[in-house]
Structures are given as structure tokens and as C-alpha cells.
């Protein structure tokens, strides 16, 4: 229970943008917009800017907490728990989230190009992650 505790503390920003994208993915409904119907994919920018900020966020808040390491040690120390929770989770977050949509909805279509923007969203992310990494760097 304390882990759990402590990793809501450390991580509140990026646990709400997955509950954000949970809601906004299975139980919200997008009103109809008619002006907004001449933006091609207006869909997919949604979910690449979506995921896109959350991988963000996710590496902001591990950059925050391990502040008093060096960018050298955090990439070689942490490198993969951020490859796995700030890139590979969000992207199978997104596989199952347009699997329930499919098959767990009524009014909700799961989509491959969905998952395709996600993850590019994803690693978009992560890139971002990796400059403000450097940055850090740096400016130390």
C-alpha cells in the first residue's frame, strides 16, 4: 500500500492523463462539430497530441524525481523503465483501449490508425524526453 501511495505522489500529473485518456477514449462522447469537419484527421492529431503529452509528462515527472541524478546515470540506469513505462506502456494502454472500444462499446469503434497515432505520439514523447534529458545536462 505505502508503493502505491508513494508512486501517486511522485506521479500525479501523468497518472491523470491516463485516467483523462481512459475517460475520454471509452465513456466520452465528442459533440458533432461541422466547422471542424474540413480538418483532415482531426481524429488522429487528437491522439497523437494526447499521447504525445502524456509520454512527455511521464518523463518530466521521472526527470523531476531523480533530479539529483546525472542525465549520464539516468540514461544508464534508467533507460529501460523509461523505454517500458514511458513508450511500450502507453502504446499497449492503446492496443486495449481500441480493443474495448471495439468489442466493449456501442457507440465507440476501435481503429488501427488510432493505435498508429499513438504510438507515434508515444515517440514523439519520448524524443522530447530524451532532449529535455540533454538539456538537463547542460544546464548543470
Partial sequence: MNNIIHFIRRYPLSLLCIASI???????????LPELDN??????WTHFVM??????????????????MS??????????????????????MSGCIEIVQEYCTENRAGEWLDLAAN????????IIGLIMTFHRGKVR
Fill in 119 to 126: 504510438a507515434t505520439g508515444c515517440t514523439l514523447g519520448a
Fill in 71 to 92: 542525465w549520464f546515470n539516468i540514461l544508464q540506469q534508467g533507460w529501460k523503465r523509461l523505454l517500458l513505462f514511458a513508450w511500450l506502456a502507453p502504446i499497449l
Fill in 39 to 44: 480538418v483532415a484527421f482531426l481524429d488522429k
Fill in 22 to 32: 481512459w475517460y475520454l477514449c471509452i465513456w466520452f462522447l465528442p459533440p458533432e
Fill in 51 to 68: 499521447y504525445g503529452g502524456t509520454c512527455t509528462i511521464i518523463w518530466w515527472e521521472y526527470l523531476y524525481n531523480h533530479e539529483r
